[in-house]
């Protein structure tokens, strides 16, 4: 009987898996515009046959078809910080500004923020889920025109200085220029040099973390510690999100937010498999666990400076948006750990993978009208 009560818990467990990524396939099956996330070998690919410095048939079509669709508000491509970083590093000014403005005029100006940014809000819809309150709409947290979805957030002034009126229209008049298109541009206009030193720490900091898998005896111990190492991320994760490392907070509502973790989040699990299953109910965070283990765990390959910047860029994407083309090693792995059908996402490797999904999308629009 006691075997059964756990393997009852864990259908239980593995049931609300189910039900949210079905509910985020769902989401964009039946949602418009359709996300569209292009890592910067294909911004570069369309950018030359746009400025007519390349001909490429196929390229072409590609793009015709993709402005007709974000015309017609069909398609959203959307940007994220680390495009303009890698744009703002380019050494001639001219090329510079060039690729920036197709990036923003094909974009229009939608940008996302990293998935870091929203690992919180995904901790606490798993817990106003079970308390029935409001959940975050995560993705509409995530995409926006302001500078604040590209940078992460907006300067402001805080004082008891100045009359709370003066204070909210001076922190208004800071986000109005911060959010002018000139001052976007600006962005990806200036010039920034590659931070090999940075590239160098997170390359070694990252082999330092996966230097015990090696003296490991076979893939299921290196994937097992790896959930463990994660369940303890997670587990930081909560109790940084409802305060309970802060010393400022008062001690009833640290009690209330021990309670409801205690109540809420499994103390023990009877199996690594059901630890891991837990992980997935946070898909930013399962996909980014997910990214970097299976990275970690291919021990031929030497983790390389971008290695950080693409895993980064491609978690929200993944999760939430319907098309990713990408870079190929990180695609691979994506689909290697099957997150393309946990979350109904279409993972590309090249733009011209994109052609048959862009004219399907075009003529459904075509019958549509006609």
């Keep these: 009987m006691k075997r059964i009560g756990k393997e009852f818990r864990f259908s239980q467990n593995y049931k609300v898996i189910l039900k949210k990524m079905s509910e985020i396939r769902e989401s964009k099956r039946n949602s418009f515009p359709k996300l569209l996330y292009l890592d910067q070998n294909q911004w570069d690919k369309l950018e030359k046959v746009y400025y007519n410095e390349r001909e490429d048939p196929l390229i072409e079509e590609v793009l015709s078809n993709l402005q007709n669709l974000v015309k017609e508000g069909i398609i959203r491509i959307v940007i994220d910080i680390n495009r303009q970083i890698e744009t703002s590093r380019r050494d001639i000014e001219e090329s510079r500004k060039k690729l920036a403005d197709f990036m923003l005029k094909l974009s229009k100006g939608y940008f996302v923020l990293p998935s870091f940014f929203l690992e919180k809000f995904e901790i606490k819809n798993y817990f106003h889920k079970k308390l029935g309150v409001q959940e975050f709409d995560i993705k509409e947290l995530a995409i926006g025109k302001e500078t604040e979805y590209l940078v992460g957030g907006m300067p402001s002034i805080e004082t008891d200085k100045i009359d709370k009126e003066d204070l909210n229209k001076l922190n208004m008049s800071i986000k109005e220029y911060f959010s002018r298109q000139e001052f976007i541009e600006g962005l990806f206009y200036k010039f920034l040099r590659k931070d090999n030193y940075r590239k160098k720490q997170s390359v070694e900091k990252a082999e330092a973390n996966r230097k015990i898998l ?27 999100v409802y305060e309970l490392t802060d010393n400022s907070i008062n001690d009833l509502e640290k009690k209330n937010n021990a309670l409801m973790i205690i109540k809420y989040t499994p103390l023990t699990f009877n199996r690594i498999k059901e630890k891991r299953d837990f992980i997935k109910q946070f898909p930013l965070i399962y996909t980014h666990c997910t990214l970097v283990d299976f990275r970690n765990r291919d021990l031929r390959r030497d983790i390389l400076g971008n290695d950080t910047i693409d895993i980064v860029s491609y978690v929200l994407p993944i999760v939430y948006f319907d098309f990713v083309v990408g870079e190929k090693y990180f695609i691979n792995l994506a689909k290697q750990a099957k997150l393309d059908k946990e979350y109904g996402t279409i993972l590309l490797r090249e733009l011209s993978d994109l052609k048959e999904f862009l004219n399907k999308l075009n003529n459904n629009f075509i019958l549509k009208n006609t």
């Design 214 to 240: 090696y003296s490991m005896e076979n893939e299921r111990q290196r994937r097992d510690y790896q959930t463990e190492q994660n369940w303890l991320y997670l587990s930081r994760m909560i109790f940084e």
